[in-house]
């Protein structure tokens, strides 16, 4: 099972690199290749108005990514998916979920786009701070959305059955002091043999979401439980807010070190030049991925410590972590490089021995359950 989550990784990297120098070398042709300038003046010949100048450029470079992008997108979620016997979905189910998050993705570019070159147009010299506000306002609206009119789009959820258990995780929500809408499970196994769970929504919409992967009766309740502890302590720990407002100071930056570049040269009002940006904005973004992910792990260990001393039961914490390693198929020691710019959640092997130390801290009472677990 170890070389097999081996084999898996290894793919995955490699198809992770080989996506993002296809994102490369495509911005960049579409942009060396005179195709951006020739697109722009076919769609002005279509019309002058710079919202639909705006919408139909930004519709049209989706679209040949997506396009393009086809078949590495094939490969790396349907038939290698399939090969490590981590799906069963049929093909046309799957092209027709491209198809859908192709659309989905689209308009929100759309919608990105034409905010962004508004406050370009209307206030050259404040447009970077604006445009940053209004990408950070846009995360959250569809943070806001995303369990009430995306997820149903690809899943179909309802309440989950199992009463106790739904009861168990209410429990734990209030004495967390978290209020949610109640706990649902989504048919997942439609499309993934993987088993995950979720804390989504913002505001009212907050709601859990179990995969029915879940609950096929490998993982006990308690385990189940510690999961959602540890999204509990996500939110406990405010570390939504925290990650927006990181997001929110790059954003910024970034936009501004846009502001500065297009003083020296590169329009920024011009549609034409969007490749371009992108290509800048997409190095830029690799450039600090590491740091990210580096935020992200010490999120995810403060939300492990936090599960496990709510929960005291750090035997379950452990097999609640093997369990989900064998199931998904996680490399439970990946080499640095690829922890580095591909993990933003320590890896499993960390996450034991980040289990195993907390038991140092821990009541005897604890101790005597965890060792009873370890023994069994």
Same mark, same amino acid.
């Given at each position: 099972?170890?070389?097999?989550?081996?084999?898996?990784?290894?793919?995955?990297?490699?198809? !992770?690199?080989?996506?993002?120098?296809?994102?490369?070398?495509?911005?960049?042709?579409?942009?060396?290749?005179? /195709?951006?300038?020739?697109?722009?003046?076919?769609?002005?010949?279509?019309?002058?108005?710079?919202?639909?100048?705006?919408?139909?450029?930004?519709?049209?470079?989706?679209?040949?990514?997506?396009?393009?992008?086809?078949?590495?997108?094939?490969?790396?979620?349907?038939?290698?998916?399939?090969?490590?016997?981590?799906?069963?979905?049929?093909?046309?189910? #799957?092209?027709?979920?491209?198809?859908?998050?192709?659309?989905?993705?689209?308009?929100?570019?759309?919608?990105?786009?034409?905010?962004?070159?508004?406050?370009?147009?209307?206030?050259?010299?404040?447009?970077? #701070?604006?445009?940053?506000?209004?990408?950070?306002?846009?995360?959250?609206?569809?943070?806001?959305?995303?369990?009430?009119?995306?997820?149903?789009? /690809?899943?179909?959820?309802?309440?989950?059955?199992?009463?106790?258990?739904?009861?168990?995780?209410?429990?734990?929500?209030?004495?967390?002091?978290?209020?949610?809408?109640?706990?649902?499970?989504?048919?997942?196994?439609?499309?993934?043999?993987? !088993?995950?769970?979720?804390?989504?929504?913002?505001?009212?919409?907050?709601?859990?979401?179990?995969?029915?992967?879940?609950?096929?009766?490998?993982?006990?309740?308690?385990?189940?439980?510690?999961?959602?502890?540890?999204?509990?302590?996500?939110?406990?720990?405010?570390?939504?807010?925290?990650?927006?407002?990181?997001?929110?100071?790059?954003?910024?930056?970034? /936009?501004?070190?846009?502001?500065?570049?297009?003083?020296?040269?590169?329009?920024?009002?011009?549609?034409?030049?969007?490749?371009? #940006?992108?290509?800048?904005?997409?190095?830029?973004?690799?450039?600090?991925?590491?740091?990210?992910?580096?935020?992200?792990?010490?999120?995810?260990?403060?939300?492990?410590?936090? !599960?496990?001393?709510?929960?005291?039961?750090?035997?379950?914490?452990?097999?609640?972590?093997?369990?989900?390693?064998?199931?998904?198929?996680?490399?439970?020691?990946?080499?640095? #490089?690829?922890?580095? /710019?591909?993990?933003?959640?320590?890896?499993?092997?960390?996450?034991?021995?980040?289990?195993?130390?907390?038991?140092?801290?821990?009541?005897?009472?604890?101790?005597?359950?965890?060792?009873?677990?370890?023994?069994?």
């Amino acid at each position: 099972m170890e070389d097999k989550a081996k084999r898996y990784a290894r793919i995955k990297y490699g198809l !992770a690199l080989a996506e993002i120098a296809y994102v490369l070398s495509l911005l960049a042709i579409l942009q060396a290749s005179g /195709f951006a300038f020739c697109l722009k003046k076919a769609l002005t010949n279509l019309s002058s108005n710079q919202f639909f100048l705006i919408a139909a450029y930004s519709a049209a470079i989706f679209l040949i990514y997506i396009l393009l992008n086809f078949f590495l997108a094939f490969y790396r979620s349907f038939v290698i998916e399939r090969r490590f016997n981590l799906s069963n979905q049929r093909f046309f189910a #799957w092209f027709l979920d491209y198809v859908k998050s192709g659309i989905l993705g689209m308009l929100v570019f759309i919608i990105l786009m034409e905010g962004f070159f508004f406050f370009i147009r209307a206030y050259p010299l404040s447009w970077w #701070w604006m445009s940053a506000l209004f990408w950070i306002f846009l995360s959250l609206c569809l943070a806001r959305i995303f369990p009430v009119l995306v997820i149903p789009l /690809f899943f179909k959820y309802k309440k989950l059955k199992d009463e106790d258990l739904r009861r168990r995780i209410l429990d734990l929500a209030s004495k967390m002091r978290m209020k949610i809408l109640d706990v649902f499970e989504i048919d997942f196994s439609k499309k993934s043999l993987k !088993a995950n769970a979720a804390f989504v929504g913002i505001g009212r919409s907050k709601r859990v979401l179990l995969t029915d992967t879940l609950l096929n009766g490998k993982f006990l309740p308690e385990e189940i439980e510690l999961i959602l502890a540890h999204e509990f302590a996500h939110y406990r720990f405010k570390h939504l807010i925290k990650i927006t407002a990181i997001n929110a100071v790059v954003i910024l930056l970034t /936009f501004y070190i846009f502001f500065r570049l297009g003083n020296l040269g590169l329009d920024i009002k011009d549609i034409s030049n969007l490749g371009a #940006w992108l290509f800048l904005f997409m190095l830029f973004q690799l450039v600090i991925m590491p740091f990210m992910n580096l935020i992200s792990r010490i999120m995810e260990t403060n939300a492990d410590g936090e !599960a496990i001393k709510v929960s005291g039961k750090i035997g379950y914490f452990i097999s609640m972590m093997e369990k989900l390693a064998k199931q998904n198929l996680s490399e439970k020691s990946p080499p640095l #490089w690829a922890k580095i /710019f591909f993990y933003d959640h320590p890896p499993v092997d960390e996450r034991i021995n980040f289990a195993r130390l907390r038991s140092r801290n821990f009541p005897q009472e604890a101790k005597e359950n965890f060792a009873k677990r370890m023994e069994a």
